[in-house]
T-cell receptor
Framework: AQTVTQSQPEMSVQEAETVTLSCTYDTSESDYYLFWYKQPPSRQMILVIRQEAYKQQNATENRFSVNFQKAAKSFSLKISDSQLGDAAMYFCAYRTYNNNDMRFGAGTRLTVKP | GAGVSQSPRYKVAKRGQDVALRCDPISGHVSLFWYQQALGQGPEFLTYFQNEAQLDKSGLPSDRFFAERPEGSVSTLKIQRTQQEDSAVYLC??????????????FGPGTRLTVL
């Protein structure tokens, strides 16, 4: 079974600073995708960034980047220049190539202080 | 439509009542997913459709849960004889296709179900 663990229930960052959210996962598969989703109070899940396991290069989307360590099964999200609008729940998720359902972690609530 | 829509946004049911939750996926999207998100938790997979075919229902927690997508577009998640433990947000997502290639899942705003 694949499991996704987010060990930080809550994180806080000062506006314009950098924060890193942690995620580890457990799998015996070699081909899979990893994702970070943002869920604001409106409940709409928004894809922030994705990583394909076969790619060694870490994915980057503007202020968001990941540190993907495949051997350690670690997938952390770094948010640079944090903005008030970044405040939300962040979920790490995993999906194998052959299955369409995603497995989510329990989430990290990010607070951004002005 | 522009995105995935779900209705109702909020539903309060008395224990034992049946409920039906609707999902309108993005037009033309082949795949449709239902997830259950308990308070303070991440979403958990319930079931998956490819067009009208329900290919995976391994996440449905009991036989009180039933999902359908008869014409390969709109889907309904039905919960019979609701119990308090069914209280959660039910999220629907759709994607263009399915399979090994990457296809982003677009999520709806969810239906918050409260069972009293």
């Amino acid at each position: 079974a694949q499991t996704v663990t987010q060990s930080q229930p809550e994180m806080s960052v000062q506006e314009a600073e950098t924060v890193t959210l942690s995620c580890t996962y457990d799998t015996s598969e070699s081909d899979y995708y990893l994702f970070w989703y943002k869920q604001p109070p409106s409940r709409q899940m928004i894809l922030v960034i994705r990583q394909e396991a076969y790619k060694q290069q870490n994915a980057t989307e503007n202020r968001f980047s990941v540190n993907f360590q495949k051997a350690a099964k670690s997938f952390s999200l770094k948010i640079s220049d944090s903005q008030l609008g970044d405040a939300a729940m962040y979920f790490c998720a995993y999906r194998t190539y052959n299955n369409n359902d995603m497995r989510f972690g329990a989430g990290t609530r990010l607070t951004v202080k002005p | 439509g522009a995105g995935v829509s779900q209705s109702p946004r909020y539903k309060v049911a008395k224990r034992g009542q049946d409920v039906a939750l609707r999902c309108d996926p993005i037009s033309g999207h082949v795949s449709l997913f239902w997830y259950q998100q308990a308070l303070g938790q991440g979403p958990e997979f319930l079931t998956y459709f490819q067009n009208e075919a329900q290919l995976d229902k391994s996440g449905l927690p009991s036989d009180r849960f039933f999902a359908e997508r008869p014409e390969g577009s709109v889907s309904t998640l039905k919960i019979q004889r609701t119990q308090q433990e069914d209280s959660a947000v039910y999220l629907c997502a759709s994607s263009r296709t399915s399979g090994r290639s990457y296809n982003e899942q677009f999520f709806g705003p969810g239906t918050r179900l409260t069972v009293l």
